[in-house]
T-cell receptor, first 116, second 113 residues
Framework: AQKVTQAQTEISVVEKEDVTLDCVYETRDTTYYLFWYKQPPSGELVFLIRRNSFDEQNEISGRYSWNFQKSTSSFNFTITASQVVDSAVYFC?????????????FGRGTSLIVHP | DTGVSQNPRHKITKRGQNVTFRCDPISEHNRLYWYRQTLGQGPEFLTYFQNEAQLEKSRLLSDRFSAERPKGSFSTLEIQRTEQGDSAMYLC?????FGYGYTFGSGTRLTVV
C-alpha cells in the first residue's frame, strides 16, 4: 500500500485559475513530517514546505497555501491564480521514523500544466 | 553554501560496466540520502547516512549497489555490473536535522545501453 497517495496524475489549467493538488498519507506514528516539493522541467527538486504532525495550522505563502487535516490524513496544496511558471511536477512526501531514522517517502507526483 | 552538488550530471554506460556517482552535501548537513527516480515516478529511497555511518538501506539496494561516505563528507554510490533496469535519475539529498527540509542536488542521469 502506498504511504503517500497523489491520486491526480496530471492536472491541466488555464493561467489565473486556482488549482488544488491532493495528498493523502498513511502512518501509524504520532510524530511525522510532511513536505511538498516542486520539480520543474530542469529536474531539480525544490523544497516548498515542511509540516510536523503537531502543527495543523494552515499556511499561506504568497499564491501558495497548504491545508493539513489529520482527521482525513490529508495535506493538500493550493495554488491561487496559477501562472505558466507553476508548470511542474509536484511531490508530496511523508517522513516517519524507520529503524531509528526519519526517511522521506514520496508520492508519485502530480504533473501540473498551466496554459497561457 | 553552494547547495548539494552531484557529479556527473549524465552518464551513459554499457551494460555490465561499473559506474560511480559522487554527491557533495551542504557542508553543515550531517544527514545524506540517496534516491532513485524513474520516469513518471516519485523518488524512491535507496540509502541514508548520518555522518559516516550508513544507517538505512532500502530493499531496492541490491548487492550490486554500494554506497560510502568516508569521513562524513561527500558520498559515493557505485553500481556494479550495470543492467538496463538501472537507468534512472540518481538523486542525493542532505539535511541538517531529521524532519527538516531536505535539499536535493540536480541528480545524475544514468543511461545503460
Amino acid at each position: 500500500a502506498q504511504k503517500v497517495t497523489q491520486a491526480q496524475t496530471e492536472i491541466s489549467v488555464v493561467e489565473k485559475e486556482d488549482v488544488t493538488l491532493d495528498c493523502v498519507y498513511e502512518t501509524r506514528d504520532t510524530t511525522y513530517y510532511l513536505f511538498w516539493y516542486k520539480q520543474p522541467p530542469s529536474g531539480e527538486l525544490v523544497f516548498l514546505i515542511r509540516r510536523n504532525s503537531f502543527d495543523e495550522q494552515n499556511e499561506i505563502s504568497g499564491r501558495y497555501s497548504w491545508n493539513f487535516q489529520k482527521s482525513t490524513s490529508s495535506f493538500n496544496f493550493t495554488i491561487t491564480a496559477s501562472q505558466v511558471v507553476d508548470s511542474a511536477v509536484y511531490f508530496c512526501a511523508l517522513s516517519e521514523l524507520s529503524g531509528g531514522s526519519y526517511i522521506p517517502t514520496f508520492g508519485r507526483g502530480t504533473s501540473l500544466i498551466v496554459h497561457p | 553554501d553552494t547547495g548539494v552538488s552531484q557529479n556527473p550530471r549524465h552518464k551513459i554506460t554499457k551494460r555490465g560496466q561499473n559506474v560511480t556517482f559522487r554527491c557533495d552535501p551542504i557542508s553543515e548537513h550531517n544527514r545524506l540520502y540517496w534516491y532513485r527516480q524513474t520516469l513518471g515516478q516519485g523518488p524512491e529511497f535507496l540509502t541514508y547516512f548520518q555522518n559516516e555511518a550508513q544507517l538505512e538501506k532500502s530493499r531496492l539496494l541490491s548487492d550490486r549497489f554500494s554506497a560510502e561516505r568516508p569521513k562524513g563528507s561527500f558520498s559515493t554510490l557505485e553500481i556494479q555490473r550495470t543492467e538496463q533496469g538501472d537507468s534512472a535519475m540518481y538523486l542525493c539529498a542532505s539535511s541538517e536535522r531529521f524532519g527538516y527540509g531536505y535539499t536535493f542536488g540536480s541528480g545524475t542521469r544514468l543511461t545503460v545501453v
